[in-house]
């Protein structure tokens, strides 16, 4: 059930003493809200308390936590909203990156099911070979790792080696080395010692002779036919039943009368026996295998080696290739466990034809990863570019998580890219440009529980903010697109007035942007209003008979005249005595501002007071203001912009009063407050009895230069700004001047 209505009440979560609202997203085309909220008001606090819900984690006030703290977030059957529908986006979070969620939209679910069975049944057969290699081997190494290196000196090749020796391991007849413990020779010790000059050197002495007496042998071969070879040939004969059949065999001897005719087992062991004894006890043999053994003595390390060495004698002519030993040992061991070896690689060679094409589809396929990553590229301007690297690894289960890759771009035409790691890239790049890749992480979640179809309410805190333009309206056009499907809810927060009202311009309904405000009981969200154009919308309205709309107009009309006119015109000079004191500012009368309004609109109405003087109505009009709802925050532009106006007319008037300087003041054609306040510094800034007064005309010197012209974003600073603080300077600013 999609969620159409929303309640929050709220006790002391961080901050927040009490917030009461109900959210209705029931109407077509009302799936999202836009709350406005000055600094330090709500937009965090309330976040962080959706965060805490979506963690399913407890929310306390930091400051008071032995307040009792309530949270109710319930839909419109009075249901706890899940802690899974609930996703806050903060402002900026480097730690956000891929989750398990946003891993699946890379996977094809019917080619990874496929490609799942193929390798399941390749793997069981492979689990089994392998233990039995292990048991084979006496190894406790990474056996699957040994095998690939020693045949395809890559780790990660191991059905490639299988398949590389089949027909060498099908052609052997025995499996001389399948007893051999890998780990004693293969160990980090015996390679090194084995590698030494001195060794290789007594090794080679040692092969050498042992060759020379294998050509001399009547009936032994170094390539063909060694000892070793007659020991297995006899038991292959044994075990078969050759002697008892009354077969025999030949030995032919390199001399032809030396030829020998075996007609039984204890026969050709003793001729075996013999080429042994004589190959062994050969003395130059053994005074080679002494220069082996005094360098295994040099190092107690070796000891054991030695006494594998000593029991297996017929290792030492082989040490000298150690890689084409490892292989030989090997296939030893396959030729040992021969049927589990012939059926892994049959149903390996039976898979691996659809195994490729799978892995061929999945290189071919775009996936939503990829879709989000265009989305990110096309949209937004960042110096680099995102690439996926390991797409085909994702799709079928071989990584758990896509890799991106960065390539970075020259900003100029022709410019060089270059790939970056993103350690790089984090550290190249700007503030905003970082927020730009953290608003990739963002898109991917999204889009991971869009593919689910999963109900979500977006809780989105500043997400826009400190962004350029070009990537803020790209996110507006995203989180736009969001609040079109039919199972996502937003609530976007702000302290950006001109986010807050690009978004109600684009895609959310007027009256579902709000305005937190703050009283000593707590936060309510009321209608905004004004939120684009306000002296069309509103001021333009009630400009002959609404004091407030009167005097928040006159700053417009000031500007409009400085932008269409100059500021050289009598109608801007009038107006300038009505934002800063001069002689002449008790002299304009409502008559005459009716008549300044109607050259520039070409409005025909009139003041009901027309000779009455219009600072009396500015100053009445901030007594109201200072006066109503003091304890509330959020007041309405006009309220801002009429405290803001009284505020710097009376300090103007104050300091021009003390200064007392007429021929200075009249000379002041440009920043008069702040030429005033430097002139006031300076005459009574050693004074003690004015240090209070400077204190407070440095406020408004913050608070209200060019807040209140139209070229400040529309006002934006001023809305920012505390409602409360205003009228506590105004307050303070008419006690100043009140009391000179």
Known sequence: MALDHLRVELRNCYGIKSLNHEFDFSAPNRAAYAIYAPNGVLKTSLAQTFADHARGAPSKDRIFPTRVTERVIVDQTETEISPDAVFVIAPYDDTLGVTERTSTLLVDAALKKEYDELQADVGRLKDKFVAALRKQSKSRTNIEREVSSAFTQQDDQFYAALIRVEHEVDSQDNSPF???????????????????????????????????????????????????????????????????????????????????????????QAVVAREKDRITTDPALKETFGAIEKQLDKNIGMRKFRDYLAEHPALLHRLSNLATLREDIFKS??????????????????????????????????????????IFN??????????????????????????????FQEEVEGGEETRVGRDTLMRALSNGEKKALYILNIIFEVEAREKTRQETLFVVDDIADSFDYRNKYAIIQYLMEMAEKPYFRQILLTHNFDFFRTVQSRFVRYNQCLVATKARGGLSLDQARGIKNPFVKDWRMGFFTDPRRRVASIPFLRNLIEYTRGDDTD??????????????????????????????FEDVGKHEDPDGRVVDMIERVADECAAEASAR?????????????????????YMISLIDDATFAESISANQ???????????????????????????????????????????????????????????????????R
């Not at 293969?186 to 090794?203: G, K, P, Y």
């Not at 000079?573 to 300044?596: N, P």
């Not at 440095?698 to 700004?721: G, K, Q, S, W």
């Open 178 to 268: 399948a007893e051999i413990a890998y780990d004693e020779i293969f160990n980090d010790r015996a390679l090194a010692f084995l590698s030494t000059d001195a060794v290789t050197a007594a090794i080679a002495g040692y092969v050498g002779r042992y060759n020379e007496l294998l050509d001399e042998s009547l009936y032994f071969s170094r390539d063909t036919f060694n000892y070793y070879n007659a020991n297995q040939v006899a038991k292959v004969l044994t075990n078969n039943g050759f002697f008892d059949a009354h077969h025999s065999v030949r030995l032919n001897s390199a001399l032809q009368d030396d030829s020998l005719d075996i007609n039984s087992l204890d026969q050709l």
């Open 333 to 374: 061991y396959f030729r040992a466990n021969y049927e589990l070896y012939k059926e892994l690689t049959h149903k390996y060679r039976q898979t691996s034809g659809r195994t490729r094409e799978i892995e061929e589809k999945a290189r071919e396929q775009r996936t939503q990863w990829e879709n989000v990553i265009d």
């Open 378 to 407: 096309e949209r937004f301007f960042v110096p680099f570019r995102l690439e996926l690297e390991n797409r085909e690894a994702v799709i079928l289960g071989h990584d758990p998580m896509p890799r991106l890759g960065f390539v």
């Open 571 to 600: 109608d801007f000079g009038r107006l300038t005595a009505l934002v800063h004191w001069k002689t002449d500012s008790q002299d304009v009368r409502q008559s005459e501002l009716d008549d300044i309004y109607g050259r520039v």
């Open 633 to 653: 925050e959020g007041l309405a532009l006009e309220k801002k912009i009429g405290l803001a106006v009284a505020t710097r007319l009376l300090a103007d008037r």
């Open 673 to 739: 407050s702040q030429r005033l306040f430097r002139r006031f510094e300076d005459e009574f800034g050693g004074q003690e009895a004015v240090r209070g007064a400077l204190a407070v005309l440095r406020r408004v010197l913050l608070m209200t230069p060019e807040n209140i012209h139209l070229n400040a974003f529309m006002y934006e600073p001023l809305v920012d700004m505390s409602g409360e603080h205003l009228q506590k300077l105004y307050r303070e600013v008419k006690a100043l001047d009140g009391g």
